[in-house]
T-cell receptor
Framework: GAVVSQHPSWVICKSGTSVKIECRSLDFQATTMFWYRQFPKQSLMLMATSNEGSKATYEQGVEKDKFLINHASLTLSTLTVTSAHPEDSSFYIC???????????????FGSGTRLTVV | AQSVTQLGSHVSVSEGALVLLRCNYSSSVPPYLFWYVQYPNQGLQLLLKYTSAATLVKGINGFEAEFKKSETSFHLTKPSAHMSDAAEYFCAVTAFTGGGNKLTFGTGTQLKVEL
């Protein structure tokens, strides 16, 4: 089945530094990927939709200059948290959407998540 | 626009008992509905998916869900709970139309399985 690899699984960084998170679709091409943020004991909050070869579409309230998304190929999307601060500490999850199948619509495969801690 | 409501943020069952997790949806177009499971510090794993082919959908690990249009529901069930079923469960909806086909998630239900 479809597999999405997300790295790193956890990262600790100092306040003011930048952190890059990678999301790769291993056995399929994903023209569209999604980035979510999840707070403890809460649901997933969509941050942005990443389309290969074009600018990401950010959800309302998400700072695009803070959370830089690059989707340079059909199998790789990256999220860079710039000038990270403690309030950016969270669990970030990516999802890759595969091509629609007749009668089945799209499939959405999730990465294993990245736990970011900013100290 | 689509939305889902999960009734009950916490559900506790005994091992071997029936599992019932509730999900109601709202959609102006025919929906695609999903159930995902999340274990601590992990991503989401697809349990099952409704795409209008059949109203009763069977998924992995013995789970199934029934799409009821008249009740706008897509409840998740499992006849006999196992300790390994303890996790967070999310219902999600999308529509196979334009707009990026984003998944919209419910608030989640934490399932606890007791001996």
């Amino acid at each position: 089945g479809a597999v999405v690899s997300q790295h790193p699984s956890w990262v600790i960084c100092k306040s003011g530094t930048s952190v890059k998170i990678e999301c790769r679709s291993l056995d399929f091409q994903a023209t569209t990927m999604f980035w979510y943020r999840q707070f403890p004991k809460q649901s997933l909050m969509l941050m942005a939709t990443s389309n290969e070869g074009s600018k990401a579409t950010y959800e309302q309230g998400v700072e695009k200059d803070k959370f830089l998304i690059n989707h340079a190929s059909l199998t790789l999307s990256t999220l860079t948290v710039t000038s990270a601060h403690p309030e950016d500490s969270s669990f970030y999850i990516c999802s890759a959407r595969d091509h629609p199948r007749t009668g089945e619509g799209y499939g959405y495969t999730f990465g294993s998540g990245t736990r970011l801690t900013v100290v | 626009a689509q939305s889902v409501t999960q009734l009950g943020s916490h559900v506790s069952v005994s091992e071997g008992a029936l599992v019932l997790l509730r999900c109601n949806y709202s959609s102006s177009v025919p929906p695609y509905l999903f159930w995902y499971v999340q274990y601590p510090n992990q991503g989401l794993q697809l349990l099952l998916k409704y795409t209008s082919a059949a109203t009763l959908v069977k998924g992995i690990n013995g789970f199934e869900a029934e799409f009821k249009k008249s009740e706008t529901s897509f409840h998740l069930t499992k006849p006999s709970a196992h300790m390994s079923d303890a996790a967070e469960y999310f219902c999600a909806v999308t529509a196979f139309t334009g707009g990026g086909n984003k998944l919209t998630f419910g608030t989640g239900t934490q399932l606890k399985v007791e001996l």
